[in-house]
């Protein structure tokens, strides 16, 4: 298969950072039964031949036929193992990305899956599903939120088969967006008509870049973490969520799976210097002062303040569709503990 539509649509949507951020989204192509999709852990903006994983089509849509257990760890086990059986041989060593089975869903030759904060701004507001049908009519179908892996995919398929419309645009409650077409420039189209859309709505861009020097509680909070890496953020944006607790409110739960894998379920507002005796999570919020983001990486650690600008755009792009909608708290337990999604981090 020539693979070149496939890294070029890659790189050009990789590369733009108000769509991806922190290897965030994937793509895949499809011909003769064959997939091939970006293997997880992998950046969409350096994509070359090699980091996309073959797959059998075939085997990938019977595994939607398949009965799976109940339990969620024997679940996510059989899916994981179902999926890593469906690699097409001289695949082994690549590991596809978790959402491959959503792209084999698409009957189009190409998919393309993103997180963009823009994007989010409708998928996590309290009026998401509403602004989605008004925005977009029967164009844009809308899956709730869901337990990701298998369950999301199960779920995907039943709304596919009860669908009487070929399905090109998909958007995911606290998650993101997937596009399908069967031309490059057919991807291009309904991305360009979405983010016109909602650019339209919203009215509040923030400014979220931050060239502070960190006024000195940097060093206290990685002592007191022990974590050797901190980023801190005093943008006209992160000092406004500082400015109290309630201020902070909108950013205080995760939006969506990147933040969980990146920045940890929780955030921290510190009231003043003392509160920082004890440090309970990866983001913390100085009353005041602005935002901290640690990681016992330099990789990690601005990862997780990439992802704290991501949910400030998001809380503030959810103002135009009925105000922020955080994760529902089973399901960020559920992604803390998903072992795929650790994958992801630890090779990042
Ligand atoms: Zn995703």
Wanted: aromatic share 8%; hydrophobic share 40%.
């Amino acid at each position: 298969m020539n693979l070149s539509p496939l890294i070029y649509f890659s790189r050009l949507y990789g590369a733009n950072q108000d769509l991806v951020t922190c290897g965030g989204g994937n793509t895949s192509m499809k011909e003769d039964g064959v997939m091939y999709v970006k293997g997880s852990g992998t950046a969409l903006k350096d994509a070359v031949t090699e980091t996309f994983v073959g797959m059998n089509h075939t085997k990938l849509m019977n595994m939607l036929d398949d009965v799976y257990p109940e339990g969620d760890v024997e679940r996510e086990a059989k899916f994981l193992k179902d999926v890593t059986d469906a690699k097409l041989p001289g695949e082994e060593s690549k590991r596809p990305s978790v959402e491959a089975l959503l792209h084999a869903l698409f009957p189009q030759k190409f998919v393309l899956h993103l997180h963009p904060s823009l994007v989010n701004g409708l998928t996590c507001s309290v009026n998401g599903e509403a602004e989605c049908a008004r925005l977009f009519g029967d164009s844009v179908v809308w899956v709730p939120e869901c337990k990701p892996g298998y369950v999301l995919a199960r779920k995907m398929k039943d709304i596919f088969d009860a669908s009487e419309k070929k399905i090109k645009t998909v958007l995911l409650e606290n998650h993101g967006v997937f596009f399908a077409a069967d031309t490059v420039e057919g991807l291009a189209t309904s991305l360009n008509g979405m983010m016109n859309a909602l650019t339209s709505q919203v009215k509040d861009f923030p400014d979220v870049e931050s060239q502070a020097e960190d006024p000195g509680y940097g060093e206290k909070i990685k002592a007191v973490s022990g974590k050797q890496f901190v980023r801190f953020n005093a943008s006209p944006a992160a000092l406004k969520f500082a400015e109290s607790v309630s201020a902070a409110k909108p950013i205080m739960k995760p939006f969506n799976p990147d933040q969980i894998v990146y920045c940890g379920p929780k955030v921290q507002f510190a009231n003043c210097e003392n509160c920082l005796n004890e440090i309970t999570a990866n983001v913390i919020i100085m009353k005041g002062v602005g935002i901290y983001a640690i990681g016992d990486t330099e990789k990690n650690a601005n990862n997780c303040m990439t992802l704290v600008k991501d949910a400030m755009k998001v809380a503030t792009y959810a103002k135009a569709f009925g105000g922020e909608k955080p994760m529902n708290e089973e399901l960020v337990n559920f992604i803390v503990n998903w072992e795929v999604e650790s994958y992801r981090k630890s090779v990042k």
